[in-house]
């Protein structure tokens, strides 16, 4: 999946899956504070909602949980991130800033998904709740723990988190097998997706680790 063709589709609507489009949305996300942070920039805001707009069409959410729903879930993967600190303090307060973006930008016509969208963003703070979540939520989370997964995690996570810890991509590096080692999946798809990814991606962090460390 190429994400920024793949968010092309969503933002347009092309699966008529949500009602309306998210071009105002997108427009912002790219736009945002954050955007080129190392790390909590576009292209991770990008791939979580691509992401979970994967996932969500793959368990039928729209039928589960309705097209407004939908709309609801992709606008808070948008903005999970939104405004992010860039420093390793209490999630608590990236979410709170990324609440009060969203209720700063929402469109007159999405004030009623308000309160679902704040729901779903703050059930993406960090270390996560392990109780109590919506399946909107299992969504957002399994999306935004599969970055590790992804093709570019070396230069997304390895140097790009590295730099938002301040810490160095070496101790990054030695740290993420034991992340990896603790990753665990809430939706169905993610597991099925995600899961069998894991091992293989284990023993390439530790050839990884032989040759550069």
């Not at 303090?89 to 930008?105: G, L, M, R, T």
């Not at 160095?168 to 995600?194: G, I």
Request: glycine share 4%.
């Amino acid at each position: 999946m190429e994400t920024q063709n793949f968010l092309l589709k969503i933002v347009n609507n092309e699966d008529g899956l949500y009602h309306g489009n998210l071009r105002y949305y997108s427009k912002l996300m790219f736009n945002s504070p954050n955007s080129s942070y190392p790390y909590h920039n576009f292209r991770h805001m990008s791939y979580v909602t691509c992401t979970a707009y994967e996932c969500a069409k793959s368990i039928g959410y729209p039928k589960i949980m309705g097209k407004i729903s939908f709309r609801a879930l992709l606008i808070a993967a948008m903005f999970h991130d939104y405004n992010h600190s860039l420093e390793m303090i209490d999630d608590k307060i990236n979410i709170a800033s990324a609440v009060s973006s969203i209720e700063k930008y929402i469109l007159d016509e999405d004030i009623n998904l308000l309160p679902q969208i704040i729901i779903l963003i703050s059930e993406t703070e960090f270390p996560h709740v392990k109780h109590g979540f919506s399946l909107g939520g299992s969504i957002l989370r399994d999306a935004d723990l599969s970055q590790s997964l992804s093709d570019v995690w070396m230069q997304q996570v390895i140097f790009g988190l590295a730099a938002e810890m301040k810490i160095t991509p070496s101790e990054l590096l030695l740290m993420e097998v034991k992340y990896l080692q603790h990753l665990n999946f809430e939706t169905t798809w993610a597991k099925d997706k995600f899961g069998p990814m894991i091992i293989a991606k284990i023993h390439e962090v530790n050839e990884f680790i032989k040759i550069l460390l």
